[in-house]
Structures are given as C-alpha cells and as structure tokens.
C-alpha cells in the first residue's frame, strides 16, 4: 500500500509546489518520509471501515437498505 499511498502524496503536493505554498525541496521530503506515509495509511485503514458503516447507518435511516 505505500507505493500507491506515495503516488497519491505525490500528485496531492504537486500543485502545492505550483501555488508555492511548499518548496520542490519540501516535497520530495513529504513523498519520501516513511513515517507519513505510515499515519496516512493508518489513516485510511480506519477511515474507511467507519465511512462505510456511517453510510450504512444512513441508508438503513433513511430507508435505502433493504
């Protein structure tokens, strides 16, 4: 999962270096550190799972489920 995790940081810190808010520097740093790449993955293992039970929640509220 890293690999695609740092391709994802990869193109969302492109268009923060064109906007200049971070140095081309700074981003081969956020793309390369290993521990980022670690919490955002954690991140989405547990964000996902809970997404989806929220969205079930609100159709079984809603009455979308069946």
Do not use: C, H, T
Request: charged residues 15%; without cysteine; aromatic residues 18%.
């Amino acid at each position: 999962m890293a690999p695609i995790i740092r391709i994802f940081l990869r193109y969302i810190s492109m268009p923060l270096v064109i906007m200049g808010w971070i140095l081309p520097e700074e981003q081969a740093d956020i793309i390369a550190d290993p521990e980022l790449v670690f919490w955002l993955s954690q991140l989405i293992g547990w964000g996902i799972p809970f997404a989806v039970e929220g969205w079930y929640w609100l159709a079984s509220k809603f009455g979308w489920a069946r």
